[in-house]
């Protein structure tokens, strides 16, 4: 099974609209890691959240870590067209001084006008 | 200037041939990173190196090799290209002493005839 998974896999919302985004590992994160991809390009780095129950910020984009370190989710305050692209969680498991990144199949988002 | 170059950005190519995708970057970073994309399957990642010394398979190295050139360079190989490696390539780079990212290039789309 998935290390780590996201939820909705796509999501069609109206502009203007919230929604939220999940990911759910199946053990203890050290680091969670949010990045937007637009269609075909590179990763975009959103935020890293690290302790539990961390709560980070950019513009409309809210994500949060939850106490016990398995479960994040990213909230987007009222879309628009440009929020739209691929999000993907990268968990850190390691802890340790060199790390790697374990992704999440990610999430489609279509912000229609 | 991009911080983290990749060459070529696409590349059409035959079953059986060998090919070479290249990574450059300019930050400064030791470690370094292969990834592929596939629709529906998230990042996954090939290969990594945390320095010109250091090469570790990741979790989908089977068909591909690496070969650190320098600090600045990391460089992806497919001895003998199948179908079933058409897909998105990204390399990543990260700070040595941090761990707030990694920071991707803007990746190279493969098609294996």
């Known amino acids: 099974s998935q290390e780590l998974e996201q939820s909705p896999q796509s999501l069609i919302v109206q502009e203007g609209k919230n929604l939220t985004i999940n990911c759910t590992s199946s053990?203890?994160?050290?680091?969670l890691y949010w990045y937007k991809q637009k269609y075909g390009e590179g990763l975009i780095f959103l935020m890293m959240l690290q302790k539990g129950g961390e709560e980070k910020s950019h513009e409309k984009i809210t994500a949060k870590l939850d106490e016990k370190k398995q479960q994040s989710s990213l909230h987007i305050t009222a879309s628009q067209p440009s929020h739209a692209g691929i999000y993907l969680c990268?968990?850190?498991?390691?802890?340790?001084?060199?790390?790697?990144?374990?992704f999440g199949k990610g999430t489609l988002l279509t912000v229609n006008p | 200037d991009a911080d983290v170059t990749q060459t070529p950005r696409n590349r059409i190519t035959k079953t059986g041939k060998r090919i070479m995708l290249e990574c450059s970057q300019t930050?400064?970073?030791?470690?370094m990173y292969w990834y592929r994309q596939d629709p529906g399957l998230g990042l996954r990642l090939i290969y990594y190196?945390?320095?010109?010394?250091?090469?570790n398979k990741g979790e989908i190295s089977d068909g591909y090799s690496v070969s650190r050139q320098a600090q600045a360079k990391f460089s992806l190989s497919l001895e003998s290209a199948i179908p079933n490696q058409t897909a998105l390539y990204f390399c990543?780079?990260?700070?040595?002493?941090?761990?707030?990212?990694?920071?991707f290039g803007p990746g190279t789309r493969l098609l294996v005839l």
């Open positions: 990543a780079t990260s700070d040595t002493h941090g761990r707030e990212t990694q920071y």
């Open positions: 990268g968990a850190d498991y390691s802890g340790g001084s060199n790390y790697k990144l374990t």
């Open positions: 053990k203890t994160l050290y680091g």
């Open positions: 930050k400064g970073h030791d470690r």
């Open positions: 190196s945390f320095d010109v010394k250091d090469i």
